[in-house]
C-alpha cells in the first residue's frame, strides 16, 4: 500500500531544478574522495516526527494529517510501518532511527508492550529484507510516561529503576535483532527540578551503574553497536545530568565509562546549553568522543527545543568541517531529529522539509571539504598560534619548561607584540567559498 500515491522517487536535479520534489543539491551518487554522498552523510529519517508526531507543541494541539490515523493501536503502528517504507524508498534515505513506543502502543503491562514490539518488530524485519534502508539507531523512551515523573536510572524510586532496565534491555535485544549500528541513551528525565529534595550523588552513581549493567548486557548478548549519549541541559528537567558534551565526557570518566560510549549531537541541544552546534562537535571531536549527530536547528527567538528542519548553510558547513575533520562519522550518521512547522501539516511536507534539510548538508559538506582542501581555516590556526612552533612556546607544548624559566623569559621581554585576529576577514572568507559554491568559481 502507498500512503504517498502522488509523489514519484526523490531525484537529484541541481541547482537550476525548479521542481519542489527534487534534489539541489544533494546527488547521492557523486563522490567527494572514494565515498559518495550517500556513503559519507549517512542520512538518517527520525521515526517519531516523522511519522508518530502530531505537530503539537507546548501551546497548541497537533496538526498534522497523516493518512495512516484513520487506524488506532496496532493497526496504526502497522499502517506507520507501511507509510515509513514506502516515504524511505521515495526518498531514498539510508538509515532510520526509533524509540521503542514510536513503533509500538505500549500494553497494560510491560509484558504486553513486549508483545506488541515484537510484532512490529517482525514486521520491520521483513520490509527491512526488501529494502536498503537500515538502523542507524534505537532507544527505550523512558521519559514520556507518567511512570517516569521522578526520572528512570536516576529515579527515587528501586522500582523504577527496574522497569527502566527491563525497557533497555528490551531495546538492546531488538537493537541486535534489526541490525542496528548504534543505540542511544537520551536521559530525557535524568536530572532534578530542585536539590531540596535530590541526592545527586546517588542519582548519578545509580545512572553509572545502569550505563555499566547496559555495556554488560550488550555484550552478553553480542549486540556490537556503538553507545552514544545525546546531551541536553534542560527541557523537561531543570538540569539535566547529560547537559553537554563536556558534562557527559566528565560523567564517563568519572564512571569508567569512557572507552564504551561516544556523544549523539543534536544542534538545538546545543544551543540551549549556551553553545554553538560547531561547539559541541568540536569538544566531541578533539576528545575523540563523536559519534553521530541529530540534524536539526532551533529558532533564535523561541526558549524551547523546536527541532526546525536544518537550512541555515553557515551551520551545516561548519558542522560538516568537524565531521570531516573527525574522518566522518564511522557507524554514526546524520539523523533528521526534526519536524516540519505546525503550519506545514500535509503529507507532503515531510518531503519537502527532508528534501531542504539534505541539500542544506550537501551544500554544507561540499563547502567544508573545499575549506579544508584550500587550508583556510587551518592556515588560519597556523598563524596564530606560530609562537607555540618555536622557543619558549615550543617548549611549553613539548614540557620542557617550568615557572622558573617562564619567569626568566617573562621578565626579560621588552615588548609584545600581538596580532589581529581578523574576525571579520574570516567570516567574509566563509561567505565567499559559500557564495561561490555553486558559481562555477
Same mark, same amino acid.
Given at each position: 500500500?502507498?500512503?504517498?500515491?502522488?509523489?514519484?522517487?526523490? =531525484?537529484?536535479?541541481?541547482?537550476?531544478? $525548479?521542481?519542489?520534489?527534487?534534489?539541489?543539491?544533494?546527488?547521492?551518487?557523486?563522490?567527494?574522495?572514494?565515498?559518495?554522498?550517500?556513503?559519507?552523510?549517512?542520512?538518517?529519517?527520525?521515526?517519531?516526527?516523522?511519522?508518530?508526531?502530531?505537530?503539537?507543541?507546548?501551546?497548541?494541539?497537533? *496538526?498534522?494529517?497523516?493518512?495512516?490515523?484513520?487506524?488506532?493501536?496496532?493497526?496504526?503502528?502497522?499502517?506507520?510501518?507501511?507509510?515509513?517504507?514506502?516515504?524511505?524508498?521515495?526518498?531514498?534515505?539510508?538509515?532510520?532511527?526509533?524509540?521503542?513506543?514510536?513503533?509500538?502502543?505500549?500494553?497494560?503491562?510491560?509484558?504486553?508492550?513486549?508483545?506488541?514490539?515484537?510484532?512490529?518488530?517482525?514486521?520491520?524485519?521483513?520490509?527491512?529484507?526488501?529494502?536498503?534502508?537500515?538502523?542507524?539507531?534505537? *532507544?527505550? =523512551?523512558?521519559?514520556?510516561?507518567?511512570?517516569?515523573?521522578?526520572?528512570?536510572?536516576?529515579?527515587?524510586?528501586?522500582?523504577?529503576?527496574?522497569?527502566?532496565?527491563?525497557?533497555?534491555? %528490551?531495546?538492546?535485544?531488538?537493537?541486535?535483532?534489526?541490525?542496528?549500528?548504534?543505540?542511544?541513551?537520551?536521559?530525557?528525565?535524568?536530572?532534578?527540578?530542585?536539590?531540596?529534595? *535530590?541526592?545527586?550523588?546517588?542519582?548519578?552513581?545509580?545512572?553509572?551503574?545502569?550505563?555499566?549493567?547496559?555495556?554488560?548486557?550488550?555484550?552478553?548478548?553480542?549486540?556490537?553497536?556503538?553507545?552514544?549519549?545525546?546531551?541536553?541541559?534542560?527541557?523537561? $528537567? $531543570?538540569?539535566?545530568?547529560?547537559?553537554?558534551?563536556?558534562?557527559?565526557?566528565?560523567?564517563?570518566?568519572?564512571?569508567?565509562?569512557?572507552?564504551?560510549?561516544?556523544?549523539?549531537?543534536?544542534?538545538?541541544?546545543?544551543?540551549?546549553?549556551?553553545?554553538?552546534?560547531?561547539?559541541?562537535?568540536?569538544?566531541?571531536?578533539? =576528545?575523540?568522543?563523536?559519534?553521530?549527530?541529530?540534524?536539526?536547528?532551533?529558532?533564535?527567538?523561541?526558549?524551547?527545543?523546536?527541532?526546525?528542519?536544518?537550512?541555515?548553510?553557515?551551520?551545516? $558547513?561548519?558542522?560538516?568541517?568537524?565531521?570531516?575533520?573527525?574522518?566522518?562519522?564511522?557507524?554514526?550518521?546524520? =539523523?533528521?531529529?526534526?519536524?516540519?512547522?505546525? /503550519?506545514?501539516?500535509?503529507?507532503?511536507?515531510?518531503?519537502?522539509?527532508?528534501?531542504?534539510?539534505?541539500?542544506?548538508?550537501?551544500? /554544507?559538506?561540499?563547502?567544508?571539504?573545499?575549506?579544508?582542501?584550500?587550508?583556510?581555516?587551518?592556515?588560519?590556526?597556523?598563524?596564530?598560534?606560530?609562537?607555540?612552533?618555536? /622557543?619558549?612556546?615550543?617548549?611549553?607544548?613539548?614540557?620542557?619548561?617550568?615557572?622558573?624559566?617562564?619567569?626568566?623569559?617573562?621578565?626579560?621581554?621588552?615588548?609584545?607584540?600581538?596580532?589581529?585576529?581578523?574576525?571579520? %576577514?574570516? %567570516?567574509?572568507?566563509?561567505?565567499?567559498?559559500?557564495?561561490?559554491?555553486?558559481?562555477?568559481?
Amino acid at each position: 500500500m502507498t500512503y504517498f500515491e502522488n509523489i514519484s522517487k526523490i =531525484n537529484y536535479e541541481g541547482p537550476k531544478s $525548479t521542481n519542489p520534489y527534487a534534489f539541489k543539491f544533494y546527488n547521492p551518487e557523486e563522490k567527494i574522495g572514494d565515498q559518495t554522498l550517500e556513503e559519507y552523510l549517512r542520512f538518517g529519517v527520525a521515526y517519531w516526527h516523522t511519522f508518530t508526531q502530531d505537530l503539537s507543541d507546548p501551546f497548541g494541539a497537533g *496538526t498534522a494529517v497523516r493518512p495512516w490515523d484513520k487506524f488506532s493501536g496496532l493497526d496504526l503502528a502497522k499502517a506507520r510501518v507501511e507509510a515509513s517504507f514506502d516515504f524511505f524508498e521515495k526518498l531514498g534515505v539510508p538509515y532510520f532511527c526509533f524509540h521503542d513506543v514510536d513503533i509500538a502502543p505500549e500494553g497494560n503491562s510491560l509484558r504486553e508492550t513486549y508483545q506488541n514490539l515484537d510484532i512490529i518488530v517482525s514486521m520491520l524485519k521483513d520490509y527491512m529484507k526488501d529494502s536498503k534502508v537500515k538502523l542507524l539507531w534505537n *532507544t527505550a =523512551n523512558n521519559f514520556t510516561n507518567p511512570r517516569f515523573l521522578h526520572g528512570a536510572a536516576s529515579s527515587n524510586n528501586a522500582d523504577i529503576f527496574a522497569y527502566s532496565a527491563a525497557k533497555v534491555k %528490551k531495546g538492546l535485544e531488538i537493537g541486535k535483532e534489526l541490525g542496528g549500528e548504534n543505540y542511544v541513551f537520551w536521559g530525557g528525565r535524568e536530572g532534578y527540578e530542585t536539590l531540596l529534595n *535530590t541526592d545527586m550523588k546517588l542519582e548519578m552513581d545509580n545512572l553509572g551503574r545502569f550505563f555499566h549493567m547496559a555495556v554488560d548486557y550488550a555484550k552478553e548478548i553480542g549486540f556490537d553497536a556503538q553507545f552514544l549519549i545525546e546531551p541536553k541541559p534542560k527541557e523537561p $528537567t $531543570t538540569h539535566q545530568y547529560d547537559f553537554d558534551v563536556a558534562t557527559g565526557y566528565a560523567f564517563l570518566q568519572h564512571y569508567g565509562l569512557q572507552d564504551h560510549f561516544k556523544f549523539n549531537i543534536e544542534a538545538n541541544h546545543a544551543t540551549l546549553a549556551g553553545h554553538t552546534f560547531e561547539h559541541e562537535l568540536r569538544y566531541a571531536r578533539v =576528545n575523540g568522543m563523536l559519534g553521530s549527530v541529530d540534524a536539526n536547528q532551533g529558532d533564535p527567538l523561541l526558549g524551547w527545543d523546536t527541532d526546525e528542519f536544518p537550512t541555515d548553510l553557515y551551520s551545516t $558547513t561548519l558542522a560538516m568541517y568537524e565531521i570531516i575533520k573527525n574522518g566522518g562519522l564511522g557507524k554514526g550518521g546524520l =539523523n533528521f531529529d526534526a519536524k516540519a512547522r505546525r /503550519g506545514s501539516f500535509e503529507p507532503e511536507d515531510l518531503f519537502h522539509a527532508h528534501i531542504a534539510g539534505m541539500d542544506s548538508f550537501a551544500v /554544507g559538506y561540499k563547502v567544508a571539504q573545499k575549506l579544508i582542501d584550500d587550508n583556510v581555516l587551518d592556515g588560519i590556526l597556523d598563524v596564530r598560534y606560530k609562537s607555540y612552533t618555536e /622557543g619558549i612556546g615550543l617548549d611549553v607544548v613539548q614540557g620542557k619548561t617550568n615557572f622558573h624559566k617562564l619567569e626568566e623569559h617573562a621578565l626579560g621581554l621588552t615588548e609584545i607584540k600581538h596580532q589581529s585576529g581578523r574576525l571579520e %576577514k574570516i %567570516k567574509a572568507t566563509l561567505n565567499q567559498y559559500l557564495l561561490q559554491a555553486y558559481a562555477g568559481e
